[in-house]
């Protein structure tokens, strides 16, 4: 069996031998390839250092952080919340029926188009003026994720779009407006990832397959939010950070921190 990645570069074949022809090798190179063509293009646009700055910006004027994403993107946004070695201070804005894959898991995607459903969400949410709302949409062509940026800065929040810019080229948007996420977003972080997700094809398989999204999205969002906290050290400001519950004196930290930052917490 041989193993092909959507771009057309042929991968597997010093493994073919193995167990699942090298598909596991070829699925690996892949993600590897996307992260280091990822780390040259960021290094070039300096998205990151933008991305970092926004929330930095935040934390230092007392603002709270937010992250949204729908389906398998709303995973990508719990990952950085509670998380030991992230940023105490972001929060889930969640979505009912929307939070990651739920059952029936294809409401999800439909709660994606429905119109007015940001809106709903934001009214009854703890946002306010002055925080950040991070949107996670690997397309960013439907409706919520649109609608969510779209309704978030006109309620005076900065908003930072995480997506594939691949995607504006080769799709249509979904929003009345004809818009997309990137359009109502002070600062926009391009994953990189090709249309479709999916990065492998093989003989047999009879469709792309082994999508790769989530590992280089979540690479992504751990390097900002690293360069988010080194930021705050440069300018001399405290990083509200948390430890691993499971290493001693991790829960008591867990505790300061929490006492301290109370008010910009709302996962508790």
Known sequence: MSAVGTDGDARGERAAAAPGGGLAE?????????????REQEAESGRIGTAAALIADTVAAGGRLF?????????????LVY???GLALVNLLPVPGARGVESPATLGSALEHV?????AVLDTSPVTAGD???????????TLPVEMALEARARGLRTLGVTSLAYVEA?????ASGTRLVDHC????????????????????????????TPVTSALLHAVFAAAAGELARRGAEVPLLRSGNVDGGIEWNERVFATYGDRIFYR
């Open 26 to 38: 070829a699925y690996l190179d892949a993600t590897l390839h996307l992260l280091a063509r990822q």
């Open 83 to 85: 998380r030991a070695g």
């Open 132 to 142: 950040l709302l991070l949107v996670i949409s690997l397309s960013g062509r439907n």
């Open 67 to 79: 992250a949204f994403g729908a389906g398998h993107s709303s995973l990508l946004a719990q990952d």
């Open 115 to 119: 119109e007015g459903l940001a809106t």
């Open 171 to 175: 799709t249509t948007a979904r929003h």
């Open 186 to 213: 002070d600062a926009v972080l391009d994953t990189g990832v090709p249309v479709g997700d999916a990065q492998l094809t093989a003989e047999g398989i009879d469709a792309p397959f082994a999508p790769v999204s």
